[in-house]
């Protein structure tokens, strides 16, 4: 069974911690996402990575970092967690860029206090 | 930019009832993505088409391309069905995706 697996369903964290999301696929797609939901405001996309050490800013990329360093493993870091990051994150994969399949994680909420 | 609107936003049913969720979009694509998300969970590619109609056991997704919609319909509607469907077009956004709100629908026994 195809699996996209995220590292953690339920996070707490203070304002000002690190916060690392890390999330692995066994399909051995190119193409990864992560994005956060948002009650009202859907899906928005923070950055992706069509291969191993390439990452592009998506559309809210603002306070957030990330590694690909391996194809299976595509990582989001919260350089210094604030409130407003506070959200669901969930990671996406995908063989084509756009007309491939999509593949989601189970996604992480995120509290920040 | 791809604009995508979903309706209805919000849609509560008795068990059994025939659902229909639809999705219009802005600027002609070569596919068009439908996903199901339940209550705390993650995200299901429920289809993927360009063009006619799909089907998996109770749920038939169609697409009309030159009037830029397209609908996802329920038959015999059961209370596991209940979820967000989200549409997702390309034409949009960095990665070429652009995603509707979501109708949150409700299945009551």
């Known amino acids: 069974d195809v699996k996209v697996t995220q590292s953690s369903r339920y996070l707490v964290k203070r304002t000002g911690e690190k916060v690392f999301l890390e999330c692995v696929q066994d399909m051995d797609h190119e193409n990864m996402f992560w994005y956060r939901q948002d009650p009202g405001l859907g899906l928005r996309l923070i950055y992706f990575?069509?291969?191993?050490?390439?990452?592009e800013k998506g559309d809210i990329p603002e306070g957030y970092s990330v590694s690909r360093e391996k194809k299976e493993r595509f990582s989001l870091i919260l350089e210094s967690a604030s409130t407003n990051q506070t959200s669901m994150y969930l990671c996406a994969s995908t063989l084509g860029r756009i007309t491939g399949e999509l593949f989601f994680g189970e996604g992480s909420r995120l509290t920040v206090l | 930019k791809n604009e995508v609107e979903q309706s209805p936003q919000n849609l509560t049913a008795q068990e059994g009832e025939f659902i229909t969720i639809n999705c219009s979009y802005s600027?002609?694509?070569?596919?068009l993505h439908w996903l199901q998300q339940h209550p705390g969970g993650g995200i299901v590619s429920l289809f993927m088409l360009s063009s006619g109609k799909k089907k998996h056991g109770r749920l038939i997704a169609t697409i009309n391309i030159q009037e830029k919609h397209s609908s996802l319909h329920i038959t015999a509607s059961h209370p596991r069905d209940s979820a967000v469907y989200i549409c997702?077009?390309?034409?949009?956004?960095?990665?070429?995706?652009?995603f509707g709100k979501g109708t949150h629908l409700i299945i009551q026994p």
């Open positions: 990575s069509y291969d191993v050490k390439m990452k």
């Open positions: 997702a077009v390309p034409g949009g956004g960095a990665d070429g995706l652009t």
């Open positions: 600027v002609g694509i070569s596919a």
